[in-house]
């Protein structure tokens, strides 16, 4: 079995696309490829921050080394979308929050639905059970849920106030109806957070995957944001991280579960880069539950706020996402993306993308509502 690495161009397929939605990606790849500043295409999927509160509290996680006010995704704001709704693939509700918090959660799923896009989202997990209904009622395609241990005490101890056995009993029981109903969605992973305290169970967690009928285990580096981060990054740490992982892929081809693995320091194929390409400012149009857009998730600078254009074309092509597109991939890069840190564009070769202490990591959230 391949070992799986994460899309940078394109993005993950779960069944046949409308021939407009087709057309409309592959002009896309090509503008991003041309790096395009103005596009004719719209974006291949659409990344809505719901809110950036959070029922959780994980003891790595970079809301607490950031200044954090409650901000929630405003349901009137998908009216931008209406012209694009025929042409973007995908909606993908994940951002520095737990989506499923938001008091409109199934409407979200509710309206991708009727748009005909793909639906994806990552969770903690902790509230799949109260929405296992809507999850197939609305066709969900694709979630990731958040598990950093294969055993409770692990789990339970880094991401505090998950009940690991709860969020394991939610899979299984919506696991189950997938294969009593011969159903080929939603597909599912664990998306683990690899740190020192952790690393040994990656091989545990692919058999955990494999006892419950998940699809996939996905693997990412810590990023270290305080000083706790720093004693748990593993970029000190490259060959027990080795061993690991080729322990993880033996157990991954024995049982048939997909893993995704980021690249080892030292073996990126950005090689030197500051980053690897960028594709983000053309593939996603990323909105933020304060109301700004960002070109990802994970960079601090504001490209605007939603009220500062009167249509979705007008915020696609403005010139804060002109000079985005123009610089992102140059020297003139902004300092965020010099220090990228997002998992499928950093490049895996450099401390910087394991340890970010002391750098404008998080946005400065305003409260908007
Ligand atoms: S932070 Fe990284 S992924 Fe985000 S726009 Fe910059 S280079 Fe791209």
């Known amino acids: 079995m391949e070992i799986l690495r994460a899309k940078t161009l394109n993005l993950r397929q779960t069944g046949a696309l409308s021939p407009k939605r087709a057309a409309n990606s592959t002009l896309n790849q090509k503008e991003a490829l041309m790096q395009k500043t103005v596009l004719d295409s719209a974006p291949q999927r659409l990344v809505l921050e719901l809110t950036n509160q959070c029922n959780l509290n994980c003891i790595m996680c970079g809301r607490n080394a950031a ?28 951002g520095w929050g737990e989506p499923t918090v938001h008091p409109d959660f199934v ?29 197939f009622a609305y066709h969900t395609d694709i979630f990731a849920v958040s598990l950093d241990g294969a055993d409770a005490p692990t789990n339970e101890r880094i991401r505090r106030g998950v009940d690991f056995h709860r969020v394991i009993r939610s899979l299984e029981a919506i696991n189950r109806k997938k294969a009593m109903e011969k159903l080929e969605y939603p597909y599912n992973n664990f998306v683990f957070t690899a740190m020192k305290q952790n690393i040994e169970q990656l091989p545990a967690l692919v058999r955990l995957a494999g006892d419950i009928g998940m699809n996939e ?3 990412v580096f810590l990023t270290a944001f305080d000083e706790w981060g720093r004693e748990q990054t593993l970029f000190y740490d490259m060959e ?3 061993d690991i992982f080729a322990q993880a892929e033996e157990e991954a081809r024995r049982l048939g579960v997909a893993l995704k693995l980021p690249h080892l320091c030292g073996e990126d194929p950005a090689g030197d880069m500051a980053h690897k390409t960028c594709y983000v400012g053309w593939r996603d149009f990323f909105l933020g539950s304060d109301g700004y857009i960002r070109s990802c998730m994970s960079t601090a600078q504001k490209l605007f706020h939603i009220s500062q254009y009167p249509d979705f074309w007008s915020m696609w092509n403005a010139k804060e996402y002109q000079r985005h597109r123009e610089i992102v991939n140059s020297a003139s890069m902004i300092s965020h993306c010099a ?31």
């Open 339 to 369: 220090n990228c840190y997002q998992s499928s564009f950093a490049n895996w070769n450099k401390r910087e993308s394991f340890i970010q202490i002391g750098q404008d990591f998080a946005p400065v959230w305003e409260k908007e509502n």
């Open 240 to 242: 027990l991280v080795r």
């Open 107 to 135: 409407k979200f799923l509710k309206w991708a639905y009727d748009c005909g896009m793909r639906k994806y989202f990552c969770t903690n997990g902790m509230r799949l059970e109260q929405l296992t209904s809507a999850l």
């Open 67 to 94: 200044d954090f006010k409650p901000t929630q995704f405003q349901l009137e704001w998908l009216d931008y979308f209406e012209p694009i709704r025929d042409q973007v693939e995908e909606v993908t509700l994940m």
């Open 217 to 219: 285990v996905k693997a």
